[in-house]
């Protein structure tokens, strides 16, 4: 196996590398919604799309960086004059409602490696864009207490759901079909019986499960009703709960996906530190193949700045991983998908991981 990978790295290290960072997509499979954005325009033309693509490329910093207020860093000024430096594809779509009234909007899909060097540029944070799936169990006491579902365009869902598109946060409301029905009630949710909604939320691929309660007063209409209850979520084994009492739908809604979006961006975004270079030592690896697709796997890390091959034994690869990321941060978030895993029994100075691939 030895002289096999010798041979291999011999070739076509540096190519790899060089590519595997060059090309970055595998962090970003199933996250292309993070660089997609709608917004409403008056008409087709290159004013109103230019307007838009403004809105949206704040709207995708805001995702990318965990941040729900931009700032005009000169970097940022300077990519406003110019945001068609962006993005790559625009569409315009046309749209009736129940009242054939049409309504337009255009959808630009932003450029995921522009962007991320346009934030380490301007000293912007940089939050990975692997996020914990969030399932929201939500239910509403109107006398008699319901669970609301993806189906049932309820002010305050309806806002969650765009809430958290506008920070980057991916959440699922439940169907609340037949299946979720039998296996969730809504004394389930309004007791927070964790045991059952976790179990549930599993059909969803729930990393973190939100509980929200509420009860309403009407207003002139469903949007200006005054709402109050509490929202709550589970981070790192201990509950974070925040009351509301008189608010809208709009701002319940954000009290919960602020919450969930601040809290993960604390602990995930790399804040703009200076770049250094950190020794990983990696074992497991079987052969050619599978050195190939762990470098593939650390290149599409959007943590991660470079990585280079220093050293090579029998048991072991020596890397150096440049990051922006403290050694902490960097070991949380190269084991936090399980492809590699710390070996605990390792006794060198420098970190040691497992390829598990």
């Not at 046309?94 to 000293?123: F, G, H, P």
């Not at 190269?334 to 710390?342: F, G, H």
């Amino acid at each position: 196996m030895r002289a096999d990978l010798h041979r291999f790295l011999h070739l076509v290290t540096t190519a790899l590398v060089v590519a595997a960072l060059a090309t970055p997509t595998l962090a970003r499979a199933n996250t292309s919604w993070l660089y997609a954005v709608e917004r409403p325009v008056e008409a087709q033309t290159d004013a109103e799309r230019r307007r838009a693509a403004r809105e949206g490329l704040l709207i995708v910093l805001s995702r990318i960086t965990g941040l729900a207020s931009v700032p005009r860093t000169p970097e940022v000024s300077a990519a406003l004059e110019r945001p068609d430096r962006y993005y790559n594809e625009f569409v315009f779509r046309e749209r009736r409602d129940a009242l054939n009234e049409i309504s337009l909007s255009v959808t630009l899909t932003y450029q995921a490696d522009a962007l991320i060097a346009l934030c380490k540029q301007a000293a912007l944070p940089v939050w990975w864009s692997r996020r914990p799936q969030v399932v929201a169990w939500v239910v509403e006491d109107g006398g008699e207490r319901q669970v609301l579902g993806s189906g049932s365009e309820h002010p305050v869902t309806e806002a969650l759901v765009e809430r958290a598109q506008l920070r980057g946060v991916p959440l699922t409301l439940p169907l609340m079909d037949l299946d979720d029905s039998l296996a969730v009630s809504a004394a389930d949710v309004w007791g927070k019986v964790s045991q059952t909604l976790d179990a549930a939320g599993e059909r969803y691929g729930a990393d973190l499960v939100l509980t929200g309660r509420l009860r309403g007063m009407p207003g002139v209409d469903d949007m200006t009703a005054n709402y109050r209850g509490d929202w709550e979520i589970w981070l790192d084994g201990a509950p974070l709960v925040e009351k509301f009492t008189g608010v809208d739908a709009a701002t319940a809604a954000a009290i919960a996906v602020d919450l969930i979006a601040d809290r993960l961006a604390e602990r995930y975004a790399v804040l703009p530190r200076s770049v250094r270079a950190q020794r990983v030592s990696i074992v497991g690896l079987s052969g050619p193949e599978a050195y190939a697709e762990m470098m593939r796997y650390l290149g599409s890390l959007e943590f991660i700045d470079r990585v280079d091959v220093v050293a090579l034994s029998d048991e072991s690869l020596e890397l150096q991983v440049a990051s922006r990321a403290g050694a902490e941060q960097l070991l949380m978030l190269l084991t936090a998908e399980d492809k590699l895993r710390e070996d605990k029994f390792y006794r060198g100075i420098d970190v040691q991981l497992v390829w598990r691939g």
